[in-house]
């Protein structure tokens, strides 16, 4: 079991940046894979970034790569979100989540741990 806390939302103009983090407790936190998802209001749930647990694969949805830099820090059983450049269309609830896959998925079902979201908004 894993309980993960976001915190770092909040309210921006375009252009400007954000940085959301994600604090694990509860087990082991480097086993997992970790991953960024969003829901905008009427819309699904999506993948936005993820990260292996060592660091050293990521993967992005297309609409915020060269914007967004996802990094973990296990010794502090941390995972955060750099986001830059930020739209208005990046507005939505932001979830962290855990997977205990081996490789980064894109998929909702592969992560078993969420958190309670944290929300961005960007104006124009």
């Known amino acids: 079991q894993v309980q993960l806390v976001e915190s770092g939302g909040g309210s921006v103009q375009a252009g400007g940046s954000l940085r959301l983090s994600c604090a694990a407790s509860?087990?082991?936190?480097?086993?997992?894979?970790m991953a960024w998802f969003r829901q905008a209001p009427g819309k699904e749930r999506e993948f936005v970034a993820a990260?292996?647990?060592?660091?050293?694969?990521?993967d992005y949805v297309d609409s915020v790569k060269g914007r967004f830099t996802i990094s973990r820090d296990n010794a502090k059983n941390t995972v955060s979100l750099q986001m830059s450049i930020l739209r208005p269309e990046d507005t939505a609830v932001y979830y962290c989540?855990?997977?205990?896959?081996?490789?980064?998925?894109?998929?909702?079902?592969?992560?078993?741990?969420w958190g309670q979201g944290t929300q961005v908004t960007v104006s124009s």
């Open positions: 509860g087990s082991t936190f480097y086993w997992y894979v």
């Open positions: 989540a855990a997977s205990t896959m081996t490789t980064i998925a894109r998929t909702i079902s592969s992560y078993h741990y």
């Open positions: 990260i292996s647990w060592n660091g050293g694969y990521t």
